[in-house]
């Protein structure tokens, strides 16, 4: 069974940062593609940034220049830096991977249980 932790929300200052990390454990074989979305109150879950096995990235052009996403395969974690914080990222987050558990098997979902990112003035 695979579980993912995600940790790093919490309250910034606007204009501060965060660090966000999805760790992955249980069997798992192969993880191809590893993103991040968020929710804010009454909005549907939208995507923030993807990467892919080979490193492509992509992101939402609300968060372009100021969040980075990165992934460290070895430790099966995903992680997204979250500069410059305004009051519309205000939202909970969530990762998601896709990813086989054995070889030559399907390519399943996973999300997290979501990480609450909140801000100040």
């Known amino acids: 069974q695979v579980q993912l932790v995600e940790s790093g929300g919490g309250l910034v200052q606007y204009g501060g940062s965060l660090r966000l990390s999805c760790a992955a454990s249980g069997r798992i074989f192969s993880i191809y593609y590893m993103g991040w979305y968020r929710q804010a109150p009454g909005n549907q879950r939208e995507l923030v940034a993807s990467?892919?096995?080979?490193?492509?990235?992509n992101y939402a052009d609300s968060v372009k220049g100021r969040f980075t996403i990165s992934r460290d395969n070895a430790k099966n974690t995903e992680y997204m830096v979250m500069n410059s914080l305004k009051p519309e990222d205000k939202a909970v987050y969530y990762c998601?991977?896709?990813?086989?558990?054995?070889?030559?098997?399907?390519?399943?979902?996973?999300w997290g249980k979501g990480t609450q990112v909140t801000g100040s003035s």
């Open positions: 998601n991977l896709q990813l086989r558990v054995i070889r030559g098997g399907p390519v399943d979902d996973y």
């Open positions: 990467i892919t096995s080979g490193g492509s990235t």
